[in-house]
């Protein structure tokens, strides 16, 4: 199902899971800008942004852009992947944890630098073909969520045919846990999220466990995510 099917169904409930749990995947977004700072007054876009969450991880100085692909939420323009946008080119493009819902990734890639400024950089980051959160998603969040399925495209980064013009800064896969108050909590965020419906509590939470894996940290319950950052420069 398109990006745009999936979130014009569940967009709200994803919101309200960000909005309720708003530090709960610091980690994820912090790791970004890990191979190559932020610099002062670069102005970044962020597509697809759904609630325009990546703006608390950037400097003050930094503009950012946000766009989606769906439903408007706070008033984020709808756009097409594929398509020109309305906007000047930009330092620094980020797209995170949605190119498995991306229908074609070379359009799409193609479109995102025609869009960035030479020397610019590209911010990919997406759970990998490899991962047991590939089939958490598509297995587990696929037979419980609101739009009846969960079919991502995951890729072997490494083996991907960029656009010829876009060098490779760096491709490796991180650890970015996400991080709760209580199991509750937790299970609470992830049936947001992913919309999951007609299911128990408890049935989450042993999903979570098999698929994910989580534990007690100090007096944090750290569920145990990571995503394959992938850097592009112009």
Same mark, same amino acid.
């Given at each position: ?53 990546? @703006?608390?991880?950037?400097? #003050? ?6 766009? %989606?692909? =769906?439903? +408007?939420? !706070? ?37 995102? @630098?025609?869009?960035?400024? #030479? ?6 980051? %997406?759970? =990998?073909? +490899?991962? !047991? ?102």
């Amino acid at each position: 199902m398109k990006y745009e099917n999936i979130f014009r169904h569940r967009g709200e409930s994803y919101d309200l899971a960000m909005k309720k749990y708003p530090n709960a995947r610091d980690l994820e977004f912090k790791q970004l800008f890990y191979k190559t700072p932020l610099k002062e007054n670069e102005i970044i876009l962020d597509i697809p942004a759904l609630g325009g969450y990546l @703006k608390k991880y950037c400097l #003050k100085s930094n503009e950012v852009i946000f766009l %989606d692909f =769906s439903k +408007s939420i !706070n008033g984020i323009d709808v756009v097409s992947p594929y398509e020109k946008w309305q906007i000047q080119p930009v330092d620094r493009i980020v797209c995170l944890a949605a190119v498995h819902h991306i229908e074609n990734l070379d359009l799409f890639l193609n479109n995102m @630098k025609n869009h960035l400024k #030479k020397g610019g950089f590209i911010h990919l980051a %997406d759970v =990998s073909n +490899s991962s !047991n959160l590939s089939k958490f998603l598509d297995e587990f969040v696929g037979s419980h969520t609101s739009t009846g399925e969960h079919n991502g495209k995951y890729y072997d980064w490494e083996k991907v045919n960029f656009p010829k013009e876009l060098n490779v800064v760096e491709i490796q896969t991180r650890s970015c846990p996400w991080f709760f108050d209580s199991e509750q909590n937790m299970v609470d965020y992830c049936r947001l999220l992913f919309d999951l419906r007609n299911i128990t509590d408890n049935e989450i939470l042993i999903a979570l466990k098999e698929y994910v894996g989580f534990e007690e940290d100090k007096d944090k319950v750290k569920l145990n995510w990571n995503l394959t950052y992938t850097d592009l420069c112009l």
